[in-house]
Nanobody
Framework: QVQLVESGGDSVQAGGSLRLSCSAS????????VGWFRQAPGKKREAVAT???????TYTDSVKVRFTISRDNAKNTLYLQMSSLKPEDTAAYYC???????????????????WGQGTQVTVSS
């Protein structure tokens, strides 16, 4: 079965950095549109960043420059490098992926079918 497992969430002070990891099994992260989402209490889920098999990336405006999405194909792992963290970045972060049969690029916004369990990021002032 396809499984995504996030790790790396922590409590940090504003201005700090974290790298989130998403380990995939039964799935090739380099072959599909994959991404990171986040959800803070009382707020709707938000797409943070995506990357597809062409290597094209997208970011929500609030994290541009500060966050970088990447993959290690050999390890079949997705990453989110977060720098200059702000209190408003506090949220549960989830990695997600398009269906195994869906090879559309992220620009076509395929449905995200596979989701990880989430990892908590807390940024204090």
């Amino acid at each position: 079965q396809v499984q995504l497992v996030e790790s790396g969430g922590d409590s940090v002070q504003a201005g700090g950095s974290l790298r989130l990891s998403c380990s995939a099994s039964g799935y090739s992260v380099n072959s599909h549109c994959v991404g990171w989402f986040r959800q803070a209490p009382g707020k709707k889920r938000e797409a943070v960043a995506t990357i597809d098999r062409a290597g094209d990336t997208t970011y929500t405006d609030s994290v541009k420059v500060r966050f970088t999405i990447s993959r290690d194909n050999a390890k079949n792992t997705l990453y989110l490098q977060m720098s200059s963290l702000k209190p408003e970045d506090t949220a549960a972060y989830y990695c997600a992926a398009a269906a195994p049969s869906d090879f559309r690029l992220c620009r076509w916004k395929p449905d995200f079918i596979v989701w990880g369990q989430g990892t908590q990021v807390t940024v204090s002032s």
